[in-house]
Nanobody
Framework: QVQLVEPGGGLVQPGGSLRLSCSAS????????RKWYRQTPGKEREMVATLKRGGASTTYLDSVKVRFTISRDDVKNTLYLQMTNLKHEDTAIYYC??????????WGQGTQVTVSS
């Protein structure tokens, strides 16, 4: 059973930076599609960044392009989301998501990111 744990998150000022991490138990995650989502109260969860199977291709939500970078360390089984030039509208609960070759999904518990002065 894959388990995803997201430490981190927190409060950051507008224009600041923050790196989220998602540690996974198990192995073979290079065969998974790995994503970051976010959600704010009253809104649907939206995909922020995707790292496709194999780790060579990424996609981003238009509003975070250039500012956010998804990456991974397959030795540490950890997925990252580097966020820069943060804006108030980036405030949300962020979730990591792994999808295996059978389309089975696994979710992290979520971590709060608050952008405020």
């Amino acid at each position: 059973q894959v388990q995803l744990v997201e430490p981190g998150g927190g409060l950051v000022q507008p224009g600041g930076s923050l790196r989220l991490s998602c540690s996974a138990s198990g192995f073979g995650f290079n065969l998974y599609t790995r994503k970051w989502y976010r959600q704010t109260p009253g809104k649907e969860r939206e995909m922020v960044a995707t790292l496709k199977r194999g780790g060579a291709s990424t996609t981003y939500l238009d509003s975070v392009k250039v500012r956010f970078t998804i990456s991974r360390d397959d030795v540490k089984n950890t997925l990252y989301l580097q966020m820069t030039n943060l804006k108030h509208e980036d405030t949300a609960i962020y979730y990591c998501n792994f999808v295996d070759w059978n389309s089975q999904e696994y979710w992290g518990q979520g971590t709060q990111v608050t952008v405020s002065s």
